[in-house]
């Protein structure tokens, strides 16, 4: 049988990737081998499955901008001023999108000279003044919340923008002071690589920015000025977001129009990284003498090449890892009893549901915080003050209820229809372990609440602030029940002496046990 390491990584997926500087002729055999394997019972992703997962967890190629269009975008935008000035509204919302719809599409090259990446946040703020000026203040807040991720640490131009828009740029800019910014450090190898953000140039390799506001960038590491990098999707939250880079991958690994690697002493070395980064296997088409021959590759190991017409492609394929080990024989498990059907698939169902509970409390939860952040910067004399403050306080019950309802559905699912089995199982404890930490989340949370909220007209910003820690604490607390609930069945079995009471209020709710085990 293959090695211990051949067999521990059976059944998992394949990618089919070429090694080949001519893509386009190497899609049919791509196809050819990946029905080959297919027919031998393996799970193989087809080509253009590989494309778009390489671009969504990888890298993609650069924008490509011609002049033509760089000018046509020019031209748009300055009609769009024109309608602007004229109060022509529709006819400068259609030049708008489409200048928007570039902007966000290529924005990594036209950001990358100063001049034209603040050309490209004037433009963002017109449709921010076009909103205004059309009664639409929710969405032109919204809008200039995308222009300052669009063209991120660039400054408008002076005199371009009328007070409105200036007025809510900076409402906005206070509001983000006081938002938690993420940090971003990026390494790559080797160092000294130029950094760009959304295409504006931000330092060298080994970089570092602790207060990047929130939110999904279009991060570029150059090694090589002349060559655009590829661009890597960066998802910027509270706390450090790390990326590496490795410019021989990059240099040596395409995805269009079909993952390939290009020819190189390295070939082997890349596909291992590749499927490290993939976590799959890669069946390595490489060119031979009269046609191809493939060769299995994971993260740690890369086997001999075999032949294409090989009678069994996947024995040939597991034999060129290793050389044959004696088979380990497992005992046989104790035999269990299973459920009733029927409260498996009530559990099943409860589970669903509570899924569905904690997801839309959560959703209840980033919606108050949206809301907090509206009525924060909002002014007692805004016509809509009140507005906010009510949407914020009618949003916590919501959250609380869901919360609660989820845990419980959770738990009274995981109680019905986990199987049967003697001792807990490591799984188990490992979600007793994550229980724990949810937990202890929830109460530091709670205990570390600040201040009170005696009048929310009074004190804004504290109300909101522990608002929102209590719906923290609320969810952490509930997300806790179910993964609890796991060890705790095998430890002491389905039928406890008690009962689960949870109660919810407007500030907070309550979990009680009552009864022994």
């Known amino acids: ?12 997926t394949w990618w089919v990737v070429p090694v080949t500087a001519e893509p386009e002729t ?28 390489f671009e969504q967890r990888i890298s993609m190629p650069a924008s490509s901008l011609t002049q033509r269009q760089i000018d046509e975008w020019v031209a748009t935008s300055r009609s769009a001023v024109r309608n602007l000035a004229r109060a022509d509204y529709d006819a400068a919302r259609r030049d708008l999108l489409m200048t928007q719809e570039l902007s966000t599409a290529a924005a990594e090259e036209l950001n990358r000279e100063a001049a034209r990446a603040r050309q490209v946040l004037d433009t963002c703020l017109y449709m921010v003044r076009a909103l205004i000026e059309t009664l639409q203040s929710e969405e032109a807040e919204a809008q200039a919340r995308e222009c300052r991720r669009l063209v991120p640490r660039v400054e408008p131009s002076q005199h371009r923008h009328t007070p409105e828009v200036v007025e809510i740029l900076e409402r906005l800019d206070r509001a983000a002071a006081r938002e938690p910014a993420g940090r971003i450090r990026v390494h790559s190898e080797p160092p000294g690589c130029i950094v760009r953000l959304n295409g504006v140039q931000q330092g060298e390799t080994p970089f570092a920015l602790d207060d990047v506001a929130q939110g999904i960038y279009r991060l570029q590491v150059e090694c090589d000025p002349e060559v655009r990098g590829r661009v890597y999707r960066a998802q910027v939250t509270e706390g450090l977001t790390e990326i590496t880079v490795d410019s021989a991958f990059d240099e040596h690994v395409d995805s269009r129009p079909i993952v390939h690697i290009k020819p190189s002493a390295e070939s082997v070395r890349i596909a291992g990284l590749l499927a490290s980064r993939i976590g799959a296997r890669v069946a390595l088409l490489e060119p031979a003498p009269g046609g191809w021959t493939l060769r299995a590759v ?18 040939a394929l597991e034999a060129a ?32 549901l509570g899924v569905a509970g904690l997801s839309l409390g959560a959703v209840f939860h980033f919606q108050r915080d949206s809301a907090g952040d509206r ?19 009618d949003l916590g019950p919501r959250t609380y209820a869901f919360a609660a309802l989820g845990g419980v ?5 995981a109680v019905l229809a986990l199987p049967e089995r003697e001792g807990v199982p490591w799984w188990g404890w490992v ?26 007209a009074d004190t804004p910003q504290q109300c909101v602030d522990r608002g929102q820690g209590g719906g923290r604490a ?41 009864g022994r085990f």
């Open 1 to 12: 049988m293959p090695s211990a390491e051949v067999a521990a990584v059976a059944g998992e």
């Open 26 to 53: 190497a899609t049919a055999i791509v196809d050819q081998v990946t029905e080959q394997l297919q027919r031998a019972g393996q799970s193989v992703v087809s080509a253009e499955n590989a494309h778009e997962r």
């Open 298 to 315: 994971t993260e740690t190991s890369a086997g001999n090449a075999v032949a294409l017409d090989a009678p069994d492609l996947v024995a």
């Open 321 to 352: 890892v290793a050389p044959e080990v004696e088979e380990e024989v497992e005992a046989p498990s104790a035999p269990t009893t299973p459920l009733p059907a029927w409260r498996t698939y009530t559990g099943i169902g409860a589970a669903v």
């Open 375 to 393: 009525y924060v910067i909002a002014m007692p004399s805004d016509i809509d003050y009140l507005q906010r403050q009510a949407k914020w306080n």
């Open 409 to 413: 559905l959770l738990g009274a699912g």
């Open 431 to 456: 979600s007793g372990a994550l229980g724990v930490g949810a937990l202890a989340g929830a109460v530091v949370a709670a205990v570390t609440l600040e201040g009170g909220c005696d009048n929310i």
């Open 474 to 514: 609320m969810l952490l607390g509930m997300a806790a029940v179910p993964l609890l609930t796991v060890p705790l069945v095998y430890l002491f079995g389905r039928d406890p002496s008690g009962t689960l009471e949870v109660g919810t209020e407007q500030g907070g709710a309550s979990l009680r046990w009552r």
